[in-house]
Nanobody, 122 residues
Framework: QLHLVESGGGLMQPGGSLRLSCAAS????????VGWFRQAPGKEREGVSC????????DYADSVKGRFTISRDNAKNTVYLQMNSLKPEDTAVYYC???????????????WGQGTQVTVSS
């Protein structure tokens, strides 16, 4: 079976850092663009970041530019989201998703993880 599993969420004080991981099983991410999304209570899901299959192209939402960094290790079949300078408004459930397409801007999101909670609070 095909699975994406997120990990690394938790409770962090404002200004702190967390690193989320998205590990794939049952398929290889080598040819897939992978994205991170988040959904806060009462809000719609929003795209946070995306990385193409080679890691050579990345996109970020304006709200996280300069604070979050997406990366991937295809040897480990894993994509990461390094989140620095966290703010209370970053509180949300974070999901990773993968697509058959190698490009962030082409094709639908085919596979989704179950999400990991990130809470930023003092």
């Amino acid at each position: 079976q095909l699975h994406l599993v997120e990990s690394g969420g938790g409770l962090m004080q404002p200004g702190g850092s967390l690193r989320l991981s998205c590990a794939a099983s049952g398929f290889t991410l080598d040819y897939s663009a992978v994205g991170w999304f988040r959904q806060a209570p009462g809000k719609e899901r929003e795209g946070v970041s995306c990385i193409n299959n080679s890691g050579g192209s990345t996109d970020y939402a304006d709200s996280v530019k300069g604070r979050f960094t997406i990366s991937r290790d295809n040897a480990k079949n894993t994509v990461y989201l390094q989140m620095n300078s966290l703010k209370p408004e970053d509180t949300a459930v974070y999901y990773c998703a993968a697509k058959i397409s190698s490009s962030c801007r082409v094709g639908p999101w085919n596979y989704w993880g179950q999400g990991t909670q990130v809470t930023v609070s003092s």
